[in-house]
């Protein structure tokens, strides 16, 4: 047996055995010294060291096998049925003094969390094996680009940070001799939820991750890394971390407009990043860059570009269907892990919402059988799938240009009942962060807890700001001057719901409709109404063709009712006091003149196409 203080080559490369510069080694052996694993493989991201370890993680019962005939190269993994979702509650930021992290994230003492967590960590590897994930978040060789590395005893993570990232070999020669990586420790214990919690230490540029297998607690690239600790480094580096997808529009004549839009988990960020146009819009393109996540800066233009540092999707399951999402249909075909979904007699997939009805001998996400008309879902709603960003049929090209692309707007998004109109065009670049600091959504099972309970989720970053939240909307604030091509800034409400309790708007391909009035306002081509909360279109202003939608309900849509938007800016008046001295004083007044301009019989103003 090796001895566990010193670093085994990985048997699949004896050849080039990647053990990367002084500081990586020296804090490798380290770790290795404190957790004691029977064998330490550094991952090259070769296909061979692929298919060792998806034989291994069979042959184990972390991955069974579907059916390769009709899903080629694709593995279910069934989890802990306690560990399905983020844990927010067991998520901290332990920066030096407690204000640094806020009044709306969880903090505790770098010391004593570190001391606590040694303790855990003590021979917690024995007999298991530790991998050491390279990776680099963003394009390799761009100026947006950070490296990561993950050391794990999960065969399952390091499969899936294989497709959401960029790993392997190649980061360890682009990081070379240097000590700026992120150090991220993910260790799998017995997953006892008593020993659970995924603290990041910011001003260490580390996390360690233990008692939890789930994508946003155990990848510790996606939510730890490229939005807690890279919100933390972007505001001291002048640039934006941010929970957003990024998404090339292209008309017919060939412009194609960027677009970053931020939305709270399971609102459908990946529909959209890759949404398929309406039939009536022929000769529209839709080019996904990213899903997920947006690492946005100043370019040399003046105007703001953006990166996704990932390389996969780790999204939601239930509810894809070709009506839904064809493009996520169609590379789910191949290649991809599937995470609590069911399982069909003849080892393909089946989650509510798909296009089939669910066929007998179904077994559900824990591998009970499940029958027809049961209450329990047969895929947990928060089952998952992890696919290679090239998968997608919509995947740009430019998703690996490491200058990023020119984003032209910024959208808002929650999940709204009531008083949220189908698009809002903010005023000026306060107005937009306002915007985004007010944002409110109904939770959803992404994360433990009530469902459908209503939150404000400022940005859609409320559980991945790894800051104080006053100082992330100052920092908004002063990227505002930075950017001298600014973005225009929408906020979008696909969910809001009619007297009869249904969705007014139908949603998904037909969002398309709220996106080109954007590109036509941001092209000066459409007009609008000035409102108290800002520009909403006319029914004329959308282009609603072929869409059976009365004219009643689109106006229900569009509505803006002056007692909801009172009781609304009265709430986020209340989240402003809970942030404290840090809330910034442009965003304080901004809400109070809004709430001042709200009549119940305020005129109607037109707002011509160009500004
Ligand atoms: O946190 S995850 O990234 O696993 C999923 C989500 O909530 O967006
Ligand atoms: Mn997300």
Redesign the pocket.
């Known amino acids: 047996m090796p001895r566990s203080d010193e670093v085994t080559p990985n048997p699949d490369n004896k050849t080039n055995s990647p053990t990367g510069g002084r500081a990586l080694r020296d804090w490798v052996k380290q770790v290795a010294r404190l957790t004691r694993p029977d064998a330490v493989v550094w991952c090259d991201g070769s296909e061979a060291e692929k298919d060792r370890l998806t034989r291994q993680a069979v042959a184990e019962g972390i991955l069974i096998e579907l059916n390769q005939a009709k899903r080629p190269g694709c593995y279910l993994h069934r989890s802990n049925p306690n560990d399905v979702a983020?844990t927010e509650q067991l998520t901290f930021v332990c920066t030096p003094n407690k204000k640094d992290a806020g009044p709306t994230n969880n903090w505790s003492d770098p010391a004593q969390t570190y001391t606590k967590l040694r303790g855990w960590l003590g021979g917690s590897m024995r007999g298991r094996t530790m991998y050491v994930v390279p990776y680099v978040l963003g394009p390799l060789g761009s100026p947006f680009s950070k490296v990561g590395i993950e050391l794990t005893d999960s065969i399952y993570v390091v499969l899936n940070m294989r497709i959401m990232t960029r790993m392997g070999a190649a980061v360890l020669d682009q990081l070379g001799e240097s000590r700026d990586f992120n150090r991220g420790i993910h260790c799998t214990l017995d997953l006892n939820p008593e020993r659970r919690l995924i603290c990041h230490f910011p001003q260490d540029n580390t996390i360690i991750s233990v008692g939890s297998g789930?994508?946003?607690n155990a990848l510790l690239s996606?939510?730890c890394f490229a939005l807690r600790i890279a919100s933390s480094l972007g505001r001291e580096e002048g640039w934006l971390a941010e929970h957003m997808l990024i998404l090339g529009l292209e008309s017919p004549n060939g412009e194609t407009t960027y677009v970053a839009a931020a939305f709270p988990?399971m609102c459908g960020k990946t529909n959209l990043a890759m949404l398929t146009p309406p039939a009536e819009f022929q000769g529209w393109k839709v080019h996904t860059i990213g899903d997920?996540i947006a690492w946005l800066r100043v370019g040399p233009d003046g105007g703001l570009w953006a990166v996704n540092p990932e390389n996969g999707y780790?999204a939601v399951a239930p509810g894809n269907s070709e009506k839904s999402n064809l493009n996520a249909m169609r590379m789910l075909q191949h290649d991809s892990i599937f995470t609590n979904v069911a399982m069909t007699p003849d080892g393909d997939v089946w989650w509510e919402g798909m296009d089939t009805p669910a066929p007998d001998g179904l077994l559900d996400w824990q591998g009970r059988p499940w029958k027809k008309g049961s209450p329990d879902k047969a895929a947990h709603p928060n089952s998952r799938f992890t696919t290679p960003m090239r998968n997608n049929p919509a995947w740009s090209p430019h998703a690996d240009d490491p200058q990023g692309v020119p984003i032209s707007a910024i959208i808002f998004g929650g999940r709204r009942a009531t008083t949220v109109p189908l698009v809002l065009e903010s005023t000026d670049w306060t107005h937009g962060v306002f915007m985004g600091a007010t944002m409110g959504s109904e939770t959803t099972a992404?994360?433990a807890g009530a469902v459908g309970v209503l939150r404000r989720d400022p940005m859609a970053m409320l559980p991945f700001c790894g800051y104080n939240m006053g100082d992330y909307f100052a920092h908004w604030l002063k990227m505002g001057i930075a950017i001298k091509k600014l973005p225009r800034v929408f906020m979008v409400n696909w969910f809001r719901k009619g007297a009869d309790g249904d969705f007014i708007w139908p949603g998904y391909g037909e969002n398309m409709r709220v996106l080109k009035w954007m590109l036509d306002r941001i092209h000066g081509r459409a007009g609008g109404r000035q409102t108290p909360v800002g520009i909403v279109p006319n029914q004329a202003d959308l282009d609603l063709k072929g869409l059976d939608l009365p004219a009643s309900t689109a106006r229900d849509a569009l509505a803006i009712n002056p007692a909801e938007w009172k009781a609304e800016l009265e709430s986020a008046g209340e989240f402003f006091e809970k942030i404290g001295p840090t809330m910034p004083k442009e965003l304080k007044e901004r809400r109070q003149a809004i709430l001042k301009s709200i009549h119940d019989d305020a005129p109607v103003q037109q707002v011509a196409a160009s500004r």
Do not use: M, T, V
């Open positions: 983020r789930y994508g946003g996606k939510k988990s997920d780790f992404a994360a």
